[in-house]
């Protein structure tokens, strides 16, 4: 029963470290001249390698879970329920969707609600793909327009060549 309880948790922890890894402060940095954004499933890992030994060990990985089960048992029984998985999951994209948001009212520096080709350049892989996600072609990319192209962007910044610069 230990064995079942352990792969229920674990499996949707793997779902949500990507998400996880990617929600926390400053994950839309620049990176360094030369290096490419890191993908979700590296950063989890690093996060994951608490001593950054190039390994996870079975400490560290149970470390890890742990963590991320005492921030879904919300009620603290020492139990997730799928309720309790949801609304952790849910919680994740909105923070994902909050942080989108600022990223693009801040592009936004006319404050019309959409992004021209000049207010784009604060986010060149956007801009890199404008005519793509510009799916109106009316010279504006509006914030639908924006997390619609969420997959479009995300497959971008691990490309490299399309644009010297990959913050989005």
Do not use: W
């Not at 979700?40 to 149970?62: H, I, P, R």
């Not at 849910?90 to 992004?115: C, M, P, Q, W, Y």
Request: proline letters at 4%; aromatic letters at 6%; charged letters at 30%.
């Amino acid at each position: 029963m230990k064995k079942k309880i352990g792969i229920y948790v674990a499996a949707p922890g793997f779902l949500l470290m990507a998400a996880f890894a990617h929600a926390g402060p400053g994950m839309c940095q620049e990176p360094v001249p030369g290096q490419a954004m890191e993908k979700a499933e590296d950063l989890a890992f690093k996060k994951m390698d608490a001593n950054g030994d190039g390994v996870v060990s079975k400490n560290e990985f149970n470390e890890f879970n742990a963590r991320h089960f005492k921030e879904m048992d919300a009620n603290k029984d020492g139990k997730v329920t799928r309720e309790e998985m949801n609304a952790s999951a849910s919680k994740v994209i909105r923070n994902g969707l909050t942080h989108l948001e600022e990223r693009f009212a801040a592009a936004d520096t006319d404050h019309d609600g959409g992004l021209d080709r000049k207010e784009a350049e604060a986010m060149p892989v956007m801009l890199a793909y404008f005519d793509e996600i510009d799916t109106d072609k009316n010279g504006k990319i509006t914030r639908e327009e924006y997390l619609a192209a969420m997959p479009l962007l995300h497959r971008a910044k691990n490309i490299g060549p399309k644009v010297k610069d990959q913050s989005l």
